[in-house]
Nanobody
Framework: QVQLQESGPGLVKPSQTLSLTCTVS??????????WSWIRQPPGKGLEWMGA???????YYSPSLKSHTSISRDTSKNQFSLQLSSVTPEDTAVYYC???????????????????WGQGTQVTVSS
């Protein structure tokens, strides 16, 4: 079955760039209609969708994070990555990668709630 695994440094210094990679197995990140998301959960807070990269390479970002968020992919490795620049301690969170699919309803496209998740990785922003 599809499995996702986050990897990257667990500690990042303020003002630096947080970089994480999600390795996908059991399915291709280029399969039509699938979207590959980054979601985070700060301590004591709810889940926050950060952005996604689609099966065709298109990217989508949360408006609140768009200015310093970049999602990319390496199809040869079946991986997609997150870069969050200029981080602050408020970016401390558990970061998840996840898969959703696109569906059409009422003249609009939507993303499903993720049906596959990575286990999450703790990232702490601290000097």
């Amino acid at each position: 079955q599809v499995q996702l695994q986050e990897s990257g440094p667990g500690l990042v210094k303020p003002s630096q760039t947080l970089s994480l990679t999600c390795t996908v197995s059991g399915g291709s990140i280029t399969t039509s209609d699938y979207y590959w998301s980054w979601i985070r959960q700060p301590p004591g807070k709810g889940l926050e969708w950060m952005g996604a990269i689609a099966y065709d390479g298109s990217t989508y970002y949360s408006p609140s994070l768009k200015s310093h968020t970049s999602i990319s992919r390496d199809t040869s490795k079946n991986q997609f990555s997150l870069q969050l620049s200029s981080v602050t301690p408020e970016d401390t969170a558990v970061y998840y990668c996840a898969r959703s699919f696109k569906y059409y309803s009422g003249r609009h496209y939507y993303l499903s709630p993720p049906n596959y998740w990575g286990q999450g990785t703790q990232v702490t922003v601290s000097s």
